[in-house]
């Protein structure tokens, strides 16, 4: 048997463990009280890295609530950055409606990127001169 198993059946010893704990009986011990991932009941372990009260149980739903949550919140309509359609993403991080606006937007990348370096040296010192102006 299992810690974790052992755990699920011992939730009363480890709930007195945890009151003996906060009540400063016995602050030493490791048992800690989390809530559940998955179901969201309380549960109490003294395993460091536990988020759910049994695995098998509950690790599952949780990682399928996750799942769709970032699901859903990837399927928001977004805004094609090159021609501005309004477009239903199919992966979280799209931002081009088509692969056509993808390619688009890459070739412009990299001949924008030439451009973009010359623009923002010109640019920082033209601001330079401008504060300079206003100082004096
Ligand atoms: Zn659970
Ligand atoms: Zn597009």
């Known amino acids: 048997m299992g810690n ?32 559940c991932k998955g179901c ?23 990682y399928r609530k996750e799942l769709s949550e970032r699901a859903r919140e990837a399927r928001k309509d977004r805004v094609c950055k090159v021609c501005g359609k309004v477009f239903t993403p199919t992966r979280s991080d799209g931002v081009y409606c088509s692969n056509a606006c993808r390619q688009k937007a890459y070739r412009k990348s990299v001949t924008d990127n030439q451009v973009v370096t010359k623009n923002t040296c010109l640019s920082v010192t ?6 300079t102006r206003e100082r004096s």
């Open 126 to 131: 033209e601001q330079k001169r401008i504060a």
């Open 40 to 62: 969201g009941r309380e549960f109490y372990t003294q395993i460091s890295t536990k988020k759910y009260c049994l695995y098998h149980l509950c690790g599952n739903r949780g």
């Open 4 to 35: 974790s198993e052992w755990e699920y059946q011992n939730q009363e010893t480890l709930k007195a463990w945890y009151q003996e704990k906060i009540s400063g009986k016995k602050p030493n011990l490791a048992v800690r009280k989390i809530i």
